[in-house]
Structure formats: structure tokens, C-alpha cells
């Protein structure tokens, strides 16, 4: 071969290999890999890490590392990492680990690999050249020690490395696909991920969040994805079957979740979606479309209770012994199933020794105790049970012919076969059938008798004052009074590792586990909100709590609360009086020392509210809507001023209400019905002619506005399909109107009146970002944008309550919330939160008092109050069950009043704003 062929050859065979490098780098290594592409599909749990030196601080700050690094499987690990520093000639550097993991996303996956038997996977990405020799060197260091051994084999023509520990010849088994390493010491799970690679377009475990992102919202510090489906063969492993197989079922309501992590003070918590189980015959079928319910068994429950599982359904009749009179008995016990509300619960008490039988106590809920006394006494009579009963502490326990786990289907299985279920006996307390076998409901009644329950106890009340305040399912477990039960009934295997390990799970004694279902579940895509939250009581945390509500911070009703309380100043009072109403339709006056001045039976859910000045010929009041009525109430005593309350048009409901005091004359009234109807009236309810009512052409986009400017009733409407109409007091159109505002609107506006039309300036802000000014005779006088738009995000101008002079601009793009306050160019809050529902959005200025927005959270019933700077006032959110919460300022203490609903309960809490 001449010389001129053989360099030829040989610049071709280099051309070559450039060409591949650069294919390579430009399409393949260039492509990131997706480590949730390579967990297995039988994986129970994935955990997926980022910012390890902050987890690992966040795991100091609240105790728990320490407690993490005295684990077995911790401490090998260290042991093996230790022998490679120091062949390698380290120096027992500790942090060389957390310097390599540093900020990368590292996936770890938990696998049933067989009968009592799970194991680990796990995934780091390296990310330059110096981390791939760190850690090649580290695995080829450990396999030159004659204490382990190292060897290669092929696997599809993939590489594999197999380390081997000599003397217990356990092996770890390291795959590097693209500079990303997986490694674990079951060598099958490996090689799955080996054979995921055939199909590299087969669905992740996570493809049913692929669009969600827990590690966005800020201070999250893992995420967690859970496969319920799974869960059973995860409990085989630490539990015997027995123990747990009637609570299975429970499993069945989502089929996955994906959690974010949360590390801070005494709580740490798991918070996130769960995508509702579509299987046949999975308890989702059965409860789908029942509410979240508040938790109501504090004052039921003793404090000696190790566990309790809650459901928010209505029993089923159960099918009861056989005998004559069956038929009556089937009416018996369909009538007493309709007695009962939808909520049920089932607690074990705290077992006496490992391996003892707990006592277990069923709870009914009993919205009419004497309905459902009746019917029990019923169905006594027509099993052949004894008349005569047992009294314990002011509680009678009659004897039941119905089996407790037919009373709670379908939170409890049915028991397994040859296991028997003993009739139990049952009380009523307060407002709850609770069932247990004698001696067990015996001890109960004399606990709730004494006092020792979870509503009495500083701990437990600090810890319900922490979760959520509506579920559909919520377990509740204290490990301290559940210790010996968990000893009897963990695998033997696993007993010893408890034991071991018992400070770590001593850290966070108190668990609770809820899901919430979507407002709406026949929406697409509608998920579970779930929240797993750990929680360790502080000394005098629970009493502080109470100490509060016994000041006058709580005060309890007999239904829920609903809707957003309204605030009334009252002179010579610190504190402002409020305005709520409960489910059953009834409103309360709440005085600011939490007394209930008065209560009115509306007959409807409130639809509105506002205070009245006191006018000429008019003393001041409440102007309320309420269904189809409307009602001006007197604040001393609730008495309907006449010719109130005065009833709407057929088929009309009032769903807002305003008032607006002129400088001279009485107040005028303005009546929103539905998307498309106004009503104006004066204050002696008379309707203005033209507004009989007025019909709009469009759905209105946000709260209609009423003007008094110049001594004229001016009605601006902002509607949905981007125009804004005003109408004079006759239901006349404004010269200048409709104007246009260039895109569709989804919100209010806001401005003062002015002393003229022309002077009178309106904001509002439309779906492409832009802040539009507009006069009352309709020029548009200012235009500008606030903020980038897209087709999914929504902006919405939010008014100042009580005036609407001032206001505030949200954003919202699916989880993405930013809140502006314009001039400002950047948000004033700018939050990733976990739902991604709209957000209730409240606006309160207060002038030299500061400028406040309270953010609400529906699905785990949380509201968030930052202010003008975006800091979280109180550090963290609170409970609000309500639509929206009421704020006020102190100026003697400079101190903020927030007044929310939580429950049945109305709650009274201080801010102070941030030094």
C-alpha cells in the first residue's frame, strides 16, 4: 500500500471519528437524561432529592441527623466510603460525599424485591469529568482491597460493575449509562433498568404528574412519589398481613401521589396531589362525591389513643342477625343508617404490652342524637337484646345486635374468615354513636367523663390546630401510645430495627395522613390534595393554644362556618365585631370579646354584605342578600327594618350586594343576580326605573361598581368579553360608552369618584397584561402592560376592601401565582403553590397601617397574609376554611386582627408585622 493511500486512509478514519464525537456531544450526550425513565414500574416509592447541603441542614436544624446517621443502613454505608478516603489516601473527609451529590437531582426508589424482602435503587448524575474519575476511582479503589472484589459482565451489551464484600459476600451493582450512575445492591433492579432502556418511549412511574414540579415551590426539600397500589406489598414486608388487611382497602382511594417535602421547627410535612383510582370496586367508586368534612371526635376521643382512621361517608345499612321479624328489622336498620351524618371513625387505644390486643372503639357521627336513640332502641328490641343498660359517667351503654364492622363498612373489611366479631355495646356521646365491646367503651366513657381527651389536652390540640381542617380520609397515629401495638404487630425481622431505631421515630410522635378531594371531581384532571404531616409538641405549645382560645381568641358553633366574615368597627373597642354565617343558613353577630350578640335565620347561603351609614330618614344597619331576598338588618339587635326583607323576581338569586352612603342622601343599594342582572334600589328598598332589572348583554368579569359622583348614581360594569358600560341612575348609557379595553377581562376595577365624570378615573386590567385608566365620559387615558401574558395565565385587578380607591393585580398561571402592586414593576409576592386551582385573592390597605393581601388556599383550606415587601406574616399559613378571611388594623398596638373561619369555629388571630 503506498504512503498517499495510507494517509489518506487515515485522515478518512479520523474525519470519522470527529464526525461521531460530534454526533455524540450534539444529539445524544446533549440530550439530559430522565432519571424517572429508568425507575422500574414495580418502584412503591420514589424520593427525588436536589439541594442536598440545605436538606442536610434543614435535617440538623429540626434534630433528626443525628438520629438518621445512627440507622444500620447509614452507618455500613459510611463504613464502606471511609475505607476507599482513606486507600485513596483522604483524610476522612466527611463532606466529600454531600460535595459530589451537591445540588444534582438524585432519585432513590424503593422496590418489594420478594416475601419480606424490599430494596433500594438509586440514580446520580454526574455532572463533569473530575466527578466521573471521583467516583470511578472510588469503585476501582474499593476493588483493589483484598476485602472486596470487583468484576465486570455484559448485559445487552451494556457494562455492569459488580463489587462484592468478601466476608458477607453482599455485592453492590453500579450501571453507568451517559455519566449517570445507578447503582443498588439487588442486582435485578439493575438489570430492569437495563431492560426499560428496550423502550425508551414506555410511560415513567410519574407520567400521570408530568406537569408538576413539587421541587419548584420554595422551601421544599425532596419530593416524594407514592404508588398506592403497591402499598399493601410494602406493608407485607414490615407488617404481618393480618394486621392490616382489613385497612387496605383504605389504599384504594387514589391510585398515586407525589408529595413535597418540608423540614422546619417542630413539623415536618409532606405535602401534594393524589390522582383519584379509577379500578372497579376501589373505595373511590364508593365514596367519589362525598365533601371533605371538618374533624369533629376531639372531644370523643381519650388521650390514651394510639391510631385512628377517619372517613368522611355516610354508613350503609348493615345487613343484621337473621331472624323473625326481618323485614321490620331491615326498616330498623335503614332507618337508623339515615340517622347518621357522613362521618365515621374507628381508634385503637394504646395496647398494655407487645402483643396484647388493643381496644377498638367505632364512632358514628349523629347530626339528631334523639332520632338515632330511637332507632337503636328499635333494633334492640327487635334483635331479642336486653332492655337493661350500664351507666358510666352521665353515659348509658345499651347492648347492639349489630357487629361493629357492619356499622362502618366500608372503612373497615369485613373480617376474615373464622375471625370473630363480638355484638358490641354502644353510647351516645356527644353527638356520636360510639360502639366497643363492654370493658373497652367502659374505660372510654370514664376517660370523656375525667376529661382526658384530645380536645382537653395542650399536645393534642396543638397538633389538630396544625392540620388540615376538612378531609374526606384522615389517619391520626401517636407513636408513643402506639409503641407496643407496632411492636406486635411488625414481621419479627423488623421488630429488631424498631427497636434500634426508636429515638427517630420518638422525634415526631404525633402523624397524620389526610386527602382532599377536588371541589369539583367529575372535573377533568381533579385530584386529591394530601398532606402527611409529622409533628414533635413543644413544651407549652398545646397550652398556649388553649390558653388563647380561652381569652377569647375561639369561638365554637354548632354547624360549620361558611363564606367570608364581614368586619364592623365598633367605637371603643379594639377589636372589630364580625358578621358569619353557618351552614344551615343561620348569621351571627359576633361582638369583638367573641359574644354572639344576635342570630337570624336567613333560609340561604349569604351572598353579600354591607354596612349602612345612618341617613336622612334611614338609621344605619346591614344591608344583607341572601337567595332570593333582601334584608337590612338593625346592629343592635338583627330586627328587619321595615318594608324589608323584600323578595327578588321568581327563579332570581342574589349573588352580590353593594351600598354607597352620597354625601347627601341615603344610601343606595346595588343587587348583582346571577352573571347578567342588576338591581338599584334607594335605602326605603325601592327599585329605580330601568333597573327592574337591568339585563347585561355579557356575564359580568368582576364585582359591578357603584359611584356616587357629583351627586349623581353612576353604575359601572366591567364584562367578560372586554368591554366596560356605565349606566346613569335611570339605566342609561354614559355618552363614551361601551369602551373597549382591547382583550377579554376577568376581573374588577377600581378608582376613586371624582367630583366630575371626567375626573372620575378607572382601572381595570385585561387578559393581555395591560393596565388600562379609562374616564366616565369614556377616554381611555393611560395604557400600559404590567406583566408578560400567555394563554393560560389570567390577570385579575383585586379592589381594596371597604373602599376599592387602591389596588392590587394578580397573575395566576396553573400553580404560578404573582402578585403586583402597581407601580412597582416586579411582584410584590411571586409563589409556586402545590394546587393549581384559582386562588381567592383580598386586598387590604390601611393607609399608615400598611398595605396587606391574603392569599387563599381552598384545597387544604389554607390562606396565606403577606405584606407590601411579600413577607409571610406569622411565618407560616393558617387554617381557613372559609371563601375569605376578615382583617383589621390596631393602630394603639400596631398589630393586625385577622378573623378567619376554621370549621365550626371562628377564630381571632394577631399578626405583627415582620421587624
Request: aromatic residues 8%; glycine residues 12%; contains cysteine.
Amino acid at each position: 500500500m503506498s504512503r498517499k493511500l495510507w494517509a489518506l486512509l487515515v485522515a478518512l478514519a479520523l474525519l470519522l471519528a470527529l464526525a461521531t464525537y460530534v454526533y455524540y456531544r450534539r444529539t445524544v450526550a446533549a440530550e439530559p437524561v430522565d432519571a424517572y425513565a429508568l425507575v422500574p414500574d414495580d418502584a412503591v416509592l420514589v424520593l427525588t432529592t436536589r439541594d442536598h447541603p440545605a436538606l442536610v441542614r434543614h435535617l440538623q436544624e429540626i434534630q433528626l441527623w443525628d438520629n438518621l446517621t445512627a440507622v444500620r443502613y447509614v452507618q455500613l454505608a459510611a463504613g464502606h466510603l471511609a475505607v476507599a478516603d482513606s486507600l485513596a489516601g483522604g483524610h476522612g473527609r466527611t463532606g466529600s460525599l454531600l460535595d459530589l451529590l451537591g445540588r444534582k437531582q438524585v432519585v432513590t426508589s424503593v422496590h418489594v424485591t420478594g416475601p419480606g424482602a424490599f430494596d433500594v435503587l438509586y440514580q446520580v448524575p454526574l455532572a463533569s469529568v473530575r466527578e466521573y474519575r471521583q467516583a470511578r476511582g472510588l469503585l476501582e479503589t474499593l476493588g483493589r482491597d483484598r476485602r472486596y472484589r470487583l468484576r465486570q459482565r455484559l448485559l445487552d451489551g451494556q457494562a455492569l460493575s459488580v463489587l462484592t464484600e468478601v466476608r458477607t459476600e453482599s455485592s453492590l451493582t453500579v450501571f453507568n449509562y451517559r455519566n449517570h450512575w445507578v447503582l443498588s445492591t439487588n442486582a435485578a433492579l439493575v438489570e430492569a433498568v437495563v431492560q426499560r432502556l428496550r423502550h425508551p418511549r414506555a410511560p415513567t412511574v410519574l407520567a400521570r404528574f408530568a406537569d408538576t414540579d413539587v421541587l419548584r415551590v420554595p422551601g421544599t426539600d425532596a419530593a416524594l412519589w407514592l404508588n398506592f397500589r403497591r402499598l399493601p406489598q410494602l406493608l407485607d414486608v414490615l407488617f404481618r398481613p393480618e394486621t392490616h388487611a382489613r385497612f387496605d382497602p383504605l389504599a384504594t382511594l387514589a391510585a398515586d401521589g407525589l408529595l413535597g417535602l418540608k423540614l422546619a421547627g417542630p413539623v415536618a410535612e409532606l405535602a401534594g396531589f393524589a390522582t383519584p383510582e379509577t379500578a372497579r370496586g376501589a373505595l373511590q367508586a364508593q365514596v367519589r362525591g362525598q365533601p371533605a368534612e371538618p374533624f369533629g371526635l376531639a372531644g370523643v376521643l381519650p388521650t390514651r389513643t394510639a391510631l385512628v382512621l377517619r372517613l368522611a361517608v355516610r354508613p350503609r345499612a348493615p345487613a343484621g342477625p337473621a331472624a323473625a321479624d326481618s323485614a321490620g328489622l331491615r326498616t330498623a336498620l335503614d332507618s337508623l343508617a339515615a340517622s347518621f351524618g357522613p362521618e365515621m371513625a374507628v381508634a385503637y387505644l394504646a395496647a398494655a404490652a407487645p402483643g396484647a390486643a388493643s381496644g377498638r372503639l367505632a364512632y358514628l357521627r349523629c347530626p339528631a342524637p334523639a332520632r338515632t336513640a330511637r332507632w337503636l332502641g328499635e333494633v334492640r328490641r327487635r334483635t331479642g337484646q336486653s332492655a337493661a343498660f350500664t351507666r358510666v359517667g352521665g353515659y348509658e351503654m345499651h347492648p347492639l345486635g349489630v357487629a361493629i364492622g357492619q356499622l362502618v363498612k366500608p372503612l373497615l373489611a369485613p373480617a376474615a374468615p373464622g375471625e370473630a366479631e363480638p355484638a358490641p355495646v354502644g353510647a351516645l356521646v356527644d353527638g356520636y354513636l360510639v360502639l366497643a365491646d363492654a370493658a373497652t367503651l367502659g374505660g372510654a366513657l370514664a376517660d370523656v367523663a375525667a376529661g382526658r381527651t384530645w380536645a382537653r389536652s395542650p399536645a393534642y390540640a396543638a397538633f389538630l390546630a396544625r392540620t388540615l381542617p376538612r378531609a374526606r380520609l384522615g389517619l391520626y397515629l401517636d407513636t408513643r401510645n402506639a409503641w407496643n401495638g407496632l411492636l406486635g404487630a411488625l414481621t419479627e425481622d423488623r421488630r429488631a430495627g424498631l427497636l434500634r431505631n426508636e429515638a427517630l421515630f420518638q422525634r415526631f410522635p404525633q402523624l397524620a395522613w389526610q386527602l382532599v378531594p377536588a371541589p369539583d371531581e367529575a372535573a377533568p384532571g381533579a385530584r386529591y390534595y394530601g398532606r402527611l404531616l409529622l409533628h414533635r409538641p413543644g413544651e407549652g405549645e398545646g397550652a398556649a393554644a388553649l390558653a388563647g382560645a380561652a381569652a377569647g381568641r375561639g369561638l365554637a358553633f354548632g354547624a360549620p362556618l361558611v363564606g367570608t366574615p364581614l368586619l364592623l368597627a365598633v367605637p371603643g373597642a379594639r377589636a372589630p365585631a364580625a358578621l358569619v354565617q353557618d351552614s344551615a343558613g343561620v348569621a351571627y353577630f359576633v361582638s369583638p370579646d367573641n359574644g354572639v350578640v344576635w342570630a337570624d335565620s336567613l333560609g340561604a347561603p349569604l351572598a353579600g354584605a354591607a354596612p349602612l351609614p345612618a341617613g336622612p330618614g334611614a338609621p344605619g344597619g346591614l344591608a344583607l342578600a341572601a337567595g332570593p331576598r333582601l334584608h337590612r338588618l338593625a346592629l343592635a339587635d338583627g330586627r328587619e327594618a321595615p318594608p324589608f326583607p323584600l323578595n327578588l323576581p321568581d327563579t332570581v338569586r342574589a349573588t352580590a350586594l353593594q351600598a354607597s352612603a352620597p354625601a347627601a342622601g341615603a344610601p343606595r343599594l346595588l343587587a348583582t343576580a346571577g352573571p347578567r342582572a342588576l338591581f338599584l334600589l334607594d335605602a326605603q328598598g325601592r327599585q329605580y326605573p330601568g333597573w327592574a332589572p337591568k339585563r347585561l348583554d355579557f356575564p359580568l368579569a368582576g364585582a359591578a361598581a357603584l359611584l356616587s359622583v357629583g351627586g349623581r348614581d353612576v353604575v359601572v360594569c366591567p364584562l367578560q368579553n372586554g368591554y366596560v358600560y356605565a349606566y346613569d341612575q335611570r339605566g342609561g348609557l354614559l355618552p363614551g360608552f361601551p369602551l373597549s379595553v382591547g382583550a377579554r377581562l376577568a376581573g374588577g376595577l377600581a378608582g376613586p369618584a371624582g367630583s366630575t365624570l371626567g375626573r372620575t378615573r378607572l382601572t381595570v386590567v385585561n387578559q393581555h397584561g395591560e393596565l388600562v385608566t379609562f374616564t366616565l365620559v369614556g377616554d381611555v387615558v393611560a395604557r400600559r402592560r404590567v406583566a408578560t401574558w400567555s394563554r393560560t395565565a389570567t390577570f385579575r385587578l383585586v379592589p381594596a376592601a371597604g373602599g376599592g380607591r387602591t389596588y392590587g393585580l394578580t397573575r395566576e398561571d396553573g400553580g404560578r401565582y404573582d402578585f403586583y402592586l402597581p407601580p412597582r414593576a416586579a411582584p410584590v409576592v411571586s409563589r409556586a403553590f402545590v394546587t393549581s386551582g384559582p386562588k381567592p385573592t383580598q386586598f387590604f390597605d390601611f393607609g399608615a397601617g400598611g398595605q396587606l393581601v391574603a392569599v387563599g388556599e381552598p384545597g387544604p383550606g389554607l390562606a396565606y397574609v403577606f405584606d407590601a415587601r411579600g413577607q409571610l406574616l406569622g411565618g407560616q399559613p393558617l387554617a381557613s376554611t372559609g371563601t375569605g378571611v376578615g382583617l383589621a388594623y390596631s393602630a394603639p398596638t400596631g398589630t393586625y386582627q385577622l378573623v378567619h373561619l376554621v370549621g365550626r369555629e371562628l377564630r381571632r388571630t394577631e399578626l405583627r408585622p415582620p421587624p
